[in-house]
Each structure stands twice: as structure tokens, then as C-alpha cells.
């Protein structure tokens, strides 16, 4: 794995960006930053996971390592809940005619923000 400097491709990609290490969003300048994974020669294919931000530049090697650790860790509990629930198969699931019919019933949501939504949940006035 490693990160290299390139400089921006066009004014276009002079925009909010998300960091491929910490996804967070930070505005791209014109020097990209870009990781990259595996090598071209070889068996292995070089992989573009994408822009890194200043902030995980600045926090260094330790720190982007530890960050795709998580990351990695956290897609396999993922993977494995997306396992399980497609193994469990569906056991009931509404035609869209019946959606449609509770779409006309229903004609808005419960409320008009979500804070009202939360308040009432807190409250335990919906389910
Ligand atoms: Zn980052």
C-alpha cells in the first residue's frame, strides 16, 4: 500500500472530496493524495481505493494504518450480518399494491420533523 502525490486533474475535481481512509469529507486543492494497493506487475492488480485528506497525511503511517484496520474489521462484521441475513431468507415482504394502498391511506408522515419523531419516540408514543 502506498500514498502518492499527483497534482489535481481539472478545476472540476477542486471540490468536497471523501477520504478514503477516514471518510470524512475535506475539500480537494490542487495536490491529490491517492492510496493505492497492490503492484501492476506481477499476479497481484494495483488497486485506486482513492483521495486521502490532510488530516490522515498529517496523523501519518500509524494512524491510516489503524484507520483501514477498523475499517477492514468493521467490513467483515458486515459481511458477516449480510451473511446471516440472506441466509435467514424472507419470510414475509408486502406486495407494492399493498404499499401503494398504505401510501393513500397514510398521505404524510407521522410528523413534520424528525426531532418531533424523536421526542415522541422518547417518549414511547410510537414504535
Ligand atoms: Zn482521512
Known amino acids: ?12 475535481d477542486l471540490r ?3 477520504c ?3 471518510r470524512q469529507r475535506f475539500y480537494l486543492g490542487p495536490a491529490s493524495c491517492l492510496l493505492f494497493s497492490g503492484c501492476d506487475s ?10 486521502v485528506c490532510p488530516a490522515c497525511i498529517e496523523g501519518g503511517q500509524d494512524h491510516i494504518q489503524g484507520a483501514l484496520g477498523r475499517r477492514a474489521r468493521r467490513s467483515r462484521m458486515i459481511a458477516e ?12 415482504c ?11 391511506y397514510y398521505e404524510r408522515p407521522m ?9 415522541a419516540l422518547s417518549r414511547g408514543e410510537v414504535d
Request: hydrophobic share 30%; charged share 35%; net charge negative.
Open 111 to 119: 410528523f413534520r420533523t424528525g426531532q418531533e419523531y424523536e421526542d
Open 81 to 92: 450480518q449480510e451473511t446471516e441475513a440472506a441466509e435467514e431468507g424472507i419470510a414475509d
Open 16 to 18: 468536497e472530496q471523501r
Open 42 to 51: 506481477g499476479r497481484g492488480k494495483e488497486v485506486l481505493w482513492g483521495e
Open 1 to 12: 500500500m502506498r500514498i502518492t502525490i499527483h497534482q489535481t486533474g481539472s478545476d472540476a
Open 20 to 22: 478514503c481512509v477516514c
Open 94 to 104: 408486502p406486495t407494492l399494491d399493498e404499499v401503494l394502498a398504505a401510501e393513500s
